[in-house]
């Protein structure tokens, strides 16, 4: 999904972008040759790859016992707060 960003300008998004930190890394990896264009396009390939199998999975799991919640957050186990 997208962001419509009505609540920026389009001079403000402009400006972020110049000092975007994936970007100005980017430039000192190709800058550096610590990698080439075709080799971040090759990470970035196997990155979205990997991401989209992790939604897949979450996508294809079932739904924790809501107690999980609890279990996972509080590590106090007499929280004052849960009965």
Do not use: G, N
Request: aromatic share 10%; with cysteine.
């Amino acid at each position: 999904m997208s962001d419509a960003q009505k609540y920026r300008t389009k001079d403000e998004v402009e400006e972020y972008k110049k000092i975007d930190p994936i970007t100005q890394i980017l430039d000192i990896i190709k800058e550096k040759k610590y990698a080439s264009s075709d080799e971040i396009a090759a990470i970035d390939k196997e990155v979205k790859s990997l991401v989209k199998e992790c939604e897949q999975f979450a996508e294809d799991s079932p739904y924790p016992d809501p107690q999980q919640m609890y279990d996972m957050v509080y590590e106090q186990e007499d929280y004052p707060f849960i009965s």
